[in-house]
């Protein structure tokens, strides 16, 4: 080891120029794979801290080829996706916005997103409960706030019988119920099974043929209804233009790996 040491330290002093660039782009090198792979590993990760993911999905639409697939549904079209199949376990129906409002908490003045709905959010997304019961939002009056969110309004996550504004809450049971022309809302759903996909999109569409004989007639997709992983949504441009592709991703990985390469190479 002394040896070793020594040897550097005879090289070093030599070469100092050339060794000092060495260790720099080495340094240069290194950073840069760590910031690239922090961004892979947020993208290929996103979502996935819900409990049994894969088995969450969002429900997209084709329309017309006017205003091609979405992500915005009425609430009885949700509703009748639900009950196309009894894979379906639980249904979550959003509002397709979240906006900020001020919050007055004990004299300190907060401004958070609010964002309401339909539907067992809780069995949906399964959010790990610090606080409180998972059947809190299906009593009139309760909301929902994350662990950091109740530490900054309280400095605890004791927050229950506490007086706040709302965060997440339940709209009102009978808000736009058997209305089909009020398309503001994102649907979510959990199956037992996540190979039934495919049959519930199906199911789905045998469905809607009921209610509306033409709508094959008036497609140009062979199966307007479409069943979107919840890890893929991050990907998807449905609804989100600039939402990331996972061809970007394998791009990172590589440009990562090429400089780490190209370094060992020259060094």
């Not at 070469?15 to 240069?28: D, K, M, P």
């Amino acid at each position: 080891m002394k040896t070793l040491i020594r040897n550097f330290s005879h090289t070093f002093r030599r070469f100092f120029t050339a060794s000092v660039l060495n260790i720099v782009g080495l340094a240069i090198a290194f950073a840069s794979f760590f910031v690239i792979m922090t961004q892979v590993d947020y993208d290929y990760n996103f979502n996935k801290g819900y409990k049994d993911y894969e088995k969450i999905f969002r429900v997209e639409v084709h329309v017309n080829d006017e205003y091609g697939w979405q992500v915005w549904l009425a609430r009885p079209f949700c509703e009748l996706v639900q009950s196309t199949s009894p894979h379906i376990t639980s249904l979550s129906i959003l509002t397709s916005y979240s906006s900020s409002f001020d919050y007055e908490v004990n004299g300190k003045l907060f401004n958070e997103k609010t964002l309401t709905g339909f539907g067992n959010f809780m069995e949906t997304f399964q959010p790990e409960m610090i606080n409180g019961t998972a059947d809190a939002l299906k009593q009139p009056g309760n909301i929902l706030i994350p662990q950091t969110m109740a530490i900054r309004f309280f400095g605890t996550t004791d927050v229950v019988g506490q007086i706040r504004n709302t965060i997440f809450k339940a709209l009102a049971p009978n808000e736009n119920k058997d209305n089909w022309s009020n398309w503001n809302y994102h649907c979510y759903i959990r199956i037992d099974n996540p190979e039934e996909a495919g049959n519930i999109e199906k199911a789905t569409v045998q469905k809607l043929m009921e209610f509306f004989p033409d709508l094959m007639d008036e497609n140009n997709v062979d199966c307007p209804i479409h069943l979107t992983p919840l890890t893929d949504v991050h990907f998807s441009t449905i609804g989100d233009k600039s939402a990331s592709s996972h061809t970007t991703v394998y791009l990172l990985i590589c440009v990562s790996f090429l400089i780490v390469s190209l370094v060992r190479l020259t060094s």
